[in-house]
């Protein structure tokens, strides 16, 4: 359980950082020109965070439940993905009540 946690830590934080902050901007713009499907993927935190959260699974291979191993892999790469959607969002509550 505490690497799923870590792991959505890790999600919300690259997601937030790619999908909201000034520094991945010309890459969203760039990226949206290039094609649709990954211009409103990058533009969004949460669509985003599914995916690095797959990712991070396939990499880290945390276990939260005891079935078959593509089932419990699919299933925690969702739980660290809405567990990432709830810190992504406190993180942009906080940087706008900072107005940042």
Same mark, same amino acid.
């Given at each position: 359980?505490? /690497?799923?946690?870590?792991?959505?830590?890790?999600?919300?934080?690259?997601?937030?950082?790619?999908?909201? *902050?000034?520094? !991945?901007?010309? &890459? $969203?713009?760039?990226?949206?020109?290039?094609s649709l @499907?990954?211009?409103?993927?990058?533009?969004?935190?949460?669509?985003?965070?599914?995916?690095?959260? &797959?990712?991070?699974?396939?990499?880290? $291979?945390? $276990?939260?439940? /005891?079935?078959?191993?593509?089932?419990?892999? !699919?299933?925690?790469?969702?739980?660290?993905?809405?567990?990432?959607?709830? /810190?992504?969002?406190? *993180?942009?509550?906080? @940087?706008r009540k900072?107005?940042?």
């Amino acid at each position: 359980m505490k /690497q799923v946690i870590l792991l959505s830590m890790v999600t919300a934080c690259i997601s937030f950082t790619v999908a909201e *902050m000034k520094l !991945f901007a010309p &890459f $969203r713009i760039w990226i949206k020109g290039k094609s649709l @499907f990954f211009g409103e993927l990058f533009l969004c935190g949460y669509c985003l965070g599914h995916w690095v959260a &797959f990712i991070l699974v396939a990499l880290y $291979r945390p $276990r939260l439940f /005891q079935s078959w191993w593509l089932i419990d892999y !699919f299933l925690t790469a969702v739980i660290i993905a809405w567990l990432a959607a709830v /810190q992504w969002i406190i *993180m942009c509550w906080l @940087f706008r009540k900072t107005g940042k």
